[in-house]
């Protein structure tokens, strides 16, 4: 027999092989017939719902000016589905009930790595390797990150260039966001989507946010670690092709890249593959990655 009502626990789509994130804002999350709606437009003549396929869907983001009834978070919940509340045009991310996945294997091997100096070292020298396709022999993790910086830099002035965009600089300024030119609100609302979309790996495979290798400071420091593993392949993919289509279409920036963001994580099966990339970082040094690191 099936565990659970009706089998629902073992009926859960693995978030590997889910679509990734929509997008709502001014209007009710809520569930009518049993199935999960958004419904606008409640005070007009005219009101209407959309039917969300939250079996399929990993994370639906909620903006300004939105509610959400009991049944809809229960929903939710039962078929692992996150929701997260953000600001307006997806800048700040409020809240975010987790998945609760039953399995505990890359928490426990995350934590030994983390609560070890020497192998949390080694994890954050594997990451950097990743990005910049070497293995830095540098052990002090600020020299590391200010040789990851100067790498971006040069990287974002790369990018630019292929995409024929003016470059002055990263600019942001977190009071106000819009006061950057077009280039910076694009990679500041692509680096949005695209930590959206590792916030959803973490949880996925039940890894600890807080414990980042690279990251420190933050709740959400393992999330910023894998989004950092995709800058220079999805973030700035998204956001250069964003700040280039600007120079011509009247939309705003934000719309812009939540439509290229949706389009870049399902061609390029952005959430799986940083699902599979989590998994290597946890299990690295298990496979020997650079024997000479590893504890004895």
Known sequence: MLKGR?????????HADRHGLIWFERG????????????????????????????TVSMILLGPGSTVTHDALRLLARHGTLMAAVGEDGVRCYTAPPLMPDRSDIARRQAELWGNPRRRISVARHMYALRLGEVLPHRDLDTLRGIEGSRVKATYQLMAQRYGIEWKGRHYDRANPNAADI??????????????????????????????????????SFVLDIAD????????????????????????????????AANVFRKQDVIPTMIDRIKQVI??????ATGHDRDA
């Not at 009706?6 to 693995?14: F, N, S, V, Y």
């Not at 009710?28 to 079996?55: A, N």
């Not at 392949?233 to 998204?238: K, R, V």
């Open 283 to 288: 299990r690295m040094e298990e496979t020997g």
């Open 229 to 260: 593993l995709f800058r220079d392949t999805i973030t700035l993919q998204i956001a250069f092709t964003v700040a280039k289509k600007a120079e011509t279409d009247s939309q705003t920036v934000d719309r812009l890249v939540r439509r290229e």
């Open 6 to 14: 009706l089998g629902l626990e073992t009926a859960r789509m693995p």
């Open 183 to 220: 280039p910076n609100q694009a990679i500041n609302h692509a680096a949005t989507a695209v930590q959206a979309a590792a916030a959803i790996a973490v949880q996925a495979v039940a890894a600890i946010p807080q414990l980042g290798f690279i990251h420190e400071d933050s709740g959400q």
């Open 28 to 55: 009710e999350l809520c569930v009518i017939d049993g199935c999960l709606h958004f419904f606008q437009g409640k005070d007009s003549l005219k009101p209407y719902s959309v039917q969300i396929p939250h079996q």
